[in-house]
């Protein structure tokens, strides 16, 4: 067994999983509040690197040296993907809270396609290169051949991002108003929570969440088109489900299997069938155990 | 009497709760049996168990229809449950609101009639006799449950005692030997209460369907049952006739803090 | 007007240009190293939004009326619904219909016929997937699978054994049912949301596997040259066979409307309704769920399967790319504008969506923009599309004056799903 050969999977396939972590936690906190498969999500992770890449090419033109540009595009991306995310939940789930549940499922993969195309249109239908924010670390230099800078650097951002989300959800007021929201939603509007600013928080982290995935998968990869969302956005669900829809730990979970499972079976098996093991995987947990790996069954109520 | 019903030994878990803990029941041929206890009791548990929206823990569920086998049917889907001829209702209220009255009765009848989709598509004479069928049972049925003026509405903008007697009425049309009712009179006035008084008896004396209902108003327990049956904590705690029941020490205490209205 | 309401829509305009700023004004060419400013498109934002966000508030305020009207009012029929009812409208309008449709080949230019004939393929798939999602409330976001099935059928069947196109239509059908069956089986027990993930899923498998498996299906190149249909062995010009083709697919069409029309009144569309209501009452009066949304699920598929041979043998061409996401989406889009339940409105959508775009040249480039704006719209809007189903009602037997008026229609709200 050649083990350098795993460990590059090994490794390969963490980065993926983090960054199908990162967007997969928006898909669960969202699901865990309003019940509701947000489509529209890989759109605004898509969103967020293009803005990126606009916000680091305009940035370098104007002279700004590169830690500069990485920091600032990041955050010019953080804040416009949320505030697509807090928009379109205003526009496209909010008027459909009471209807029944086929509507605002509807309605989110109109907005996923709607999105898509407004990009499409508005930008172009070709791939762009994004330019190479993360810098190259030094003291990498000897292991780089088995993972580079940038792959550290994702699975640090990542286990970073989920802890500080994990301590907000669990010790701040806004954190606590979103669990009773998943809890009960009208038992946490009769103790006084705003259910509807609980539920545009939750957008709105979660959208920043996609953009930070956005932003450094781009970079690592290099190139992005209007198109990257909806795949980013099924494999990243698959993620969300594969640990246990509405469980945070679960999301990141779910994305390492998912990032280890397509690692490894591209490397092992055929790179032509990557996205067929995603789905495959997908298909079979939701048919043998739609609750996933930390979710629990719970008994329909009648 | 000969027992239609059997349940021996029903217990329920759900992960470390048991819902339902070693129940058993008999209900009578022609018998209207109430089946009452404090909120969480576990009334809806048991519906559901025998009904086969759950499939219980352990313990059996045998039913034995008038001219037909006995037959155990614990672990049956609740389609098969009504085929066999136990019909329920709902405690809070499952019409399919955006049918019509008329078709809300008519999707009782699906478990009696045949026709398939060679059926639909052709619609030879057999399936056009089987429908004309259809839809004059169900408005029968409708008449006899004082509905009949409502037939062309959509369920959902019915006042919400008729859409508690549909409900009965959607039960009435799959055939079924004993209906199960759940809450029948929640959330209704004392005239509507009264009436529905009436409509039980009807159901059981003209169309010969035992009954047994849960049901939170005692003036109306009292009155209509043949048996009462007490839960609490997933346990039966009593059985009687109405006069048993109102004397027995062990109920009074479970209802403690709860007025018997009676 | 209110002065509140003009600041709000300020507001809200200001917001859209913030919003849109990096995407719709930055163009970046990253290879030249070159930025575009375009400023004109920040105008065209403000204002758009600052006049939507009207169109948007009164259709809001409308909708908050209209539900306590109805409350109130439930005998209110639409217009649409009234002149579909009435005889003296309906007759003539059928006929003016039939001469148009009957004459429309032998007026327009082949390339108008041919692309009529693309959107009486969607009419036939906008009806299929009616049958699952507008019926039996099933989101099926996999569709187009079974298109493809039913397209590969006849291509690999004629290039393989040389079967013809005739041979291969029930073929096609047959295999779109048992790809449905086949399918449907694992994923029925699933919840709705999930139904429609795993749809999608299914559907993505089966294009990537159509991609991938060169030895089966000759890759993404696809397969050329598969014969048009023949009619008695004639041969045809291409102006001539695309009038075949085109009354071909009216046959079709009307066939389809026809069964469609039967299931949708009979026990079994009763029984889908019903399960689209409430799931759990529905099996509560003894309808066997599993088989119910099989039969939807099967019956949905076998349409797609049919129409899919009618494709490849239209295009003489096809390859995966025909059969992605974008394409169930598309009809998915007809049924929800069409109104879902609704035979007459999903023709409707399927024509307007389909031949709109191919009709004003401008517009098709926004084609997809336009149909993910108008899956949300139809949603927050007017959920049951722009023709409600119509509900039947049936007449009584020697019940003499107590016969209620037959035939009368209703209109029919939204189709609600489990709420729970």
Not at chain 2, 37 to 66: E, H, L, M, Q, W
């Amino acid at each position: 067994m050649d083990w350098e050969y795993f460990f590059e999977l090994l490794l390969g396939g963490l980065t993926r999983g983090s960054i199908y972590a990162l967007i997969a936690l928006g898909y669960t906190m969202v699901y865990g509040i309003i019940e509701l498969i947000n489509f529209a999500h890989g759109e605004i992770y898509m969103i967020g690197a293009f803005t990126a890449l606009i916000a680091a090419n305009v940035l370098t033109m104007l002279g700004m040296n590169e830690l500069a540009v990485l920091v600032l595009a990041s955050v010019v991306a953080i804040l416009y993907s949320a505030a697509y995310g807090f928009t379109v939940e205003k526009i496209a789930y909010k008027p459909l809270r009471q209807a029944p549940r086929l509507s605002p499922l509807i309605s989110a993969i109109g907005m996923s396609i709607f999105l898509q195309n407004y990009v499409l249109l508005a930008q172009t239908s070709d791939f762009l290169p994004f330019p190479s924010l993360i810098p190259e670390l030094e003291f990498m230099e000897p292991i780089a051949h088995i993972i580079s800078s940038a792959e550290v650097i994702i699975i640090l951002t990542t286990a970073v991002v989920m802890i500080l989300l994990t301590l907000l959800i669990k010790y701040t007021r806004i954190g606590k108003a979103m669990r009773a929201t998943a809890q009960d939603r009208s038992m946490a509007m009769l103790v006084g929570v705003n259910v509807n600013r609980v539920i545009s928080t939750t957008f709105v982290i979660g959208s920043a969440l996609a953009a930070v995935g956005g932003v450094l998968i781009a970079s690592h990869i290099g190139m992005i088109n209007f198109y990257i969302g909806f795949i980013a956005g099924i494999k990243a669900f698959t993620a969300a489900v594969l640990g246990g829809i509405g469980s945070i730990p679960g999301a990141v979970l779910g994305g390492m299997v998912l990032g280890w499972t397509e690692s490894f079976a591209t490397g092992y098996v055929s790179s032509d069938y990557e996205d067929v093991f995603a789905f495959a995987l997908l298909v079979i947990i939701l048919i043998f155990r739609p609750a996933g790996i930390l979710g629990r069954s719970t008994t329909q109520k009648v | 009497m000969e027992p239609i019903l059997e349940v021996k030994d029903l217990t329920m878990d759900f992960g470390g709760l048991r819902a339902l803990d070693h129940l058993d029941l008999e209900i009578d041929r022609g018998e209207i049996a109430a089946l009452i206890g404090p909120n969480g009791a576990g009334k809806t548990t048991f519906f559901n168990c025998i009904t086969g929206i759950y499939i219980p823990t352990r313990g059996d569920v045998v039913i034995s229809p008038p001219g037909k086998k006995r037959e155990r049917i614990n672990g049956l889907k609740p389609n098969h449950v009504t085929e066999r001829g136990m019909a329920r209702t709902f405690q809070n209220i499952r019409l399919f609101p955006s049918m019509t009255v008329l078709e809300n009765v008519m999707i009782g009848r699906h478990c009696r009639t045949r026709s398939g989709i060679a059926g639909a598509v052709f619609r030879g004479p057999g399936t056009r006799e089987e429908e004309q069928a259809v839809v004059d049972k169900s408005y029968e049925i409708l008449e006899k449950m004082g509905l009949s003026r409502f037939v062309n509405e959509l369920a959902r903008n019915l006042p919400y005692g008729a859409q508690r007697r549909l409900e009965i009425a959607r039960a009435m049309a799959t055939e079924p030997f004993l209906i199960l009712l759940d809450e029948p009179a929640a959330g209704m006035n004392p005239q509507e209460t009264y009436e529905l008084d009436q409509l039980i008896l009807r159901i059981r004396d003209e169309e010969g369907i035992s009954l047994l209902l849960i049901e939170h108003d005692m003036q109306l327990v009292m009155s209509l049952s043949d048996r009462i049956f007490v839960m609490d904590y997933g346990k039966k705690i009593a059985q009687g006739t109405p006069e048993e029941i109102k004397n027995n020490p062990v109920v009074i205490k479970a209802y403690l803090g709860e007025e018997i209205d009676a | 007007m209110k002065i509140q309401d003009i600041k709000e829509s300020f507001f809200i305009a200001a917001w859209f240009i913030l919003l849109t700023f990096p995407i719709m004004v930055i163009q970046v060419n990253p290879i030249e190293n070159i930025i575009e400013w375009r400023w004109w498109n920040l105008i065209l934002v403000g204002a758009g939004s600052f006049m939507l966000s009207f169109v948007w508030r009164y259709l809001m305020n409308r909708k908050a009326g209209q539900k306590r009207k109805e409350s109130e009012d439930a005998e209110d029929i639409p217009l649409t619904q009234r002149l579909l009812r009435n005889p003296r409208f309906f007759v003539p309008a059928l006929i003016v219909l039939g001469v148009f449709v009957f004459a429309f080949p032998f007026l327009f230019s082949a390339y108008q016929i041919n692309i009529m004939t693309t959107a009486l393929i969607y009419v036939v798939l906008g009806l299929g997937l009616n049958i699952v999602v507008g019926l039996a409330g099933l989101l099926d976001l996999g569709y187009v699978a079974f298109y493809a099935v039913g397209a590969y059928s006849y291509a690999l069947l004629n290039h393989h054994f040389g079967l013809g196109f005739w041979t291969v239509l029930p073929v096609g059908a047959f295999m779109g049912a048992m790809f449905g069956v086949l399918l449907g089986f694992p994923v029925l027990r699933l919840r709705g949301d999930y139904l429609a993930i795993v749809t999608l899923g299914f559907g993505e498998i089966i294009r990537l596997i159509l991609e991938n498996w060169n030895a089966f299906s000759f890759g993404p190149s696809g397969i050329a040259n598969i014969p048009r249909p023949g009619f008695f062995g004639v041969d045809f010009s291409l102006e001539a066979s695309s009038r075949y083709l085109y009354f071909l697919m009216i046959a079709m069409a009307l066939f389809t409307i026809f069964v469609v029309n039967r299931l949708q009144n009979s026990r079994i569309g009763r029984a889908w309704i019903a399960l689209r209501e409430d799931e759990i009452a529905c099996q509560a009066m003894g309808i066997d769920k599993t088989k119910t949304k099989l039969t939807a699920f099967a019956l949905g598929a076998t349409w797609a399967g049919m129409v899919g041979v009618m494709f490849a043998a239209k295009t003489t061409f096809i390859n995966p790319a025909s059969f992605t996401f974008l394409e169930s989406a598309i009809i998915l889009s007809i049924v929800v504008l069409g109104g879902m339940g609704s035979i007459v409105g999903v023709i409707i959508g399927a024509l307007v969506l389909i031949l709109l775009p191919e009709y004003l040249r401008a517009f098709s480039e926004y084609r997809m923009l336009l149909f993910g704006a108008i899956m949300v719209i139809m949603m927050v809007f007017r959920p049951q599309g722009i023709i409600s189903g119509v509900r039947r009602t049936y007449q009584f037997k020697g019940k003499g004056d107590k016969a209620v008026k037959t035939r009368e229609t209703v209109k029919q709200p939204a189709p609600t799903t489990d709420h729970s």
